[in-house]
T-cell receptor, first 116, second 112 residues
Framework: AQKVTQAQTEISVVEKEDVTLDCVYE???????LFWYKQPPSGELVFLIR??????QNEISGRYSWNFQKSTSSFNFTITASQVVDSAVYFC?????????????FGTGTRLQVFP | DVKVTQSSRYLVKRTGEKVFLECVQD?????MFWYRQDPGLGLRLIYF???????EKGDIPEGYSVSREKKERFSLILESASTNQTSMYLC???????????FGPGTRLTVL
């Protein structure tokens, strides 16, 4: 069965610290997609990244970077030099490439608090 | 930019009332989804739709129904609201299957 685990319920850091949010997934498919979303206090989920299972290259976007490792079924997210505006709940999600499915399986989220 | 809007940010209803939550997307997306979000449980899929007048059950469809009469609009209906349906409801849309889902701002529903 598909499953996404975000073991860190809440993380608190001080501004300018680096922080890594962990995501471990389970799937029997060889083709699948992984996502990260950010949910600020306003409530809207903001899309951050989509990665397919055949692309294991790490990705960097400004202060954000993602480390995809199929060997450990992990898709971790690192924020470098965190800022107060990074405070939010972050969700990792998995989508399998089945014929009749377009479901996103979400983890339970990690609440990140960045203090000034 | 993709724009997904939901009819209300906050809604308070009484037990037994019929509740309509509306979602509209302006990007001609084929697929639309309704999720509910509860603390400690993440997001769970209620219903989704691949096309007008089509609907598919998600993981927790009990107590809900949906309607998609037009491509841009997807409604979630609580036929008889109950207190255990107090939750945050999020609508999403995507262009094709397995493409990125874009979310609306959410409706926080309280059933008294």
């Amino acid at each position: 069965a598909q499953k996404v685990t975000q073991a860190q319920t809440e993380i608190s850091v001080v501004e300018k610290e680096d922080v890594t949010l962990d995501c471990v997934y389970e799937t029997r498919d060889t083709t699948y997609y992984l996502f990260w979303y950010k949910q600020p206090p306003s409530g809207e989920l903001v899309f951050l990244i989509r990665r397919n299972s055949f692309d294991e290259q790490n990705e960097i976007s400004g202060r954000y970077s993602w480390n995809f490792q199929k060997s450990t079924s992990s898709f971790n997210f690192t924020i470098t030099a965190s800022q107060v505006v990074d405070s939010a709940v972050y969700f990792c999600a998995l989508s399998e490439a089945g014929v009749d499915t377009d479901k996103l399986i979400f983890g339970t989220g990690t609440r990140l608090q960045v203090f000034p | 930019d993709v724009k997904v809007t939901q009819s209300s940010r906050y809604l308070v209803k009484r037990t037994g009332e019929k509740v309509f939550l509306e979602c509209v997307q302006d990007m001609d997306h084929e697929n639309m989804f309704w999720y509910r979000q509860d603390p400690g449980l993440g997001l769970r899929l209620i219903y989704f739709s691949y096309d007008v007048k089509m609907k598919e059950k998600g993981d927790i469809p009990e107590g809900y129904s949906v309607s998609r009469e037009k491509k841009e609009r997807f409604s979630l209906i609580l036929e008889s609201a109950s207190t255990n349906q107090t939750s945050m409801y999020l609508c999403a849309s995507s262009f094709l299957q397995r493409e990125t889902q874009y979310f609306g701002p959410g409706t926080r529903l309280t059933v008294l």
